[in-house]
Each structure stands twice: as C-alpha cells, then as structure tokens.
C-alpha cells in the first residue's frame, strides 16, 4: 500500500471518528475483529464525571434504597448511573482481567423491568466487543441494578442504558496501563 493511500485512510478515520463525536453516536454491540493497525486516538474521549449530563440530585426514593446523597447521579426520568463523589472518571474505576477490562457501575432505575444497555467502542475502525451483566438486587425493581460491563479492548467506549421515560450515555476511556 503506497505512503498516500495509508494517509488518506488515516484521514477517513479520522473524520469518521470526528463525525461520530459529534454526533454522539451510539450503536449496539459490534463484532470484533483483529486489532485495527491503526493507532488508537483515545485523547478525544472525555469520560470524565463532569462530562456527562445531566447531573441530578438523589433519584426520588434513593436513599432508602441505599443510595448514597454524596454520590454523583448522572441521568434523568427514571434512570441513572451513580458514581461515588471521589471518582472522576468513568475508566478510573476500569480494571484489567485475563480477557479484557472489567468495570462496575449502578444503574438506578424507577422502571419494574430491566433497562436496555449497550455498550460500544467508538474510536476504532473495528470496534470491539462489550457486554453488560444487569444483576438486580433482591430488593427488586424499581431500585438498584448493580452491573458489571466488560470490554475487550483499551479504547473509547459509549455506554447507553435506556427506560420506559428516559436514556442516560455516559463515555468509558479504557487505557491499557501495562502495555509498553
């Protein structure tokens, strides 16, 4: 492949990545294939907490749920992703296992049935594979649903969970901290 050919597909990536920022794209699970030889551009993913809108007080009928009023809720009518008030990223609670990456988030849903959730890479040529595992407590729902997400790959992620009256996305930069 000749010098111009690679820095014209580099392009095309690049702009392809700039329009799915933009416009917020989020898409379900998509098939893995084998890592893109391209470099992955993580710098324009902001996963931060401050990032993700809207913020709102405690969910109504939270706390005696067993929410916490010092927690971040990021969300809105009847559903949220809770945060606990000393993180301030989403990959900061990101760890690494044997095949891939492991993260826990709260979800908080006022629904009696479980939210939709999709979990996508949207930095890549080929995105990776990402799944969530909704494990309500036995208090039921509406309440908590304590979900771990996997990913398979360091990248940018959007993660969507969805209820009857209301959606919260939030982003989840996973960075391989043992890699050279």
Known sequence: MSRSSRAAQWLCFLMAGCVLSLFGCNGSNTTAGPPSPLRTVTSACDDSIAAAAPHATVPPGAVQAGLSATDVYIGSRGIWFAAGPQEHSWGQVVQRVRDGYDFKVAIY??????????????DAERGGMGNADLRPTSAGLPGWVPTLFHLSTPGCWAVSAVGSKGRVDIRVRVVDRHSP
């Open 109 to 122: 849903t006022l629904d009696s049935f479980l939210p939709e959730v999709t979990v996508s890479r949207i």
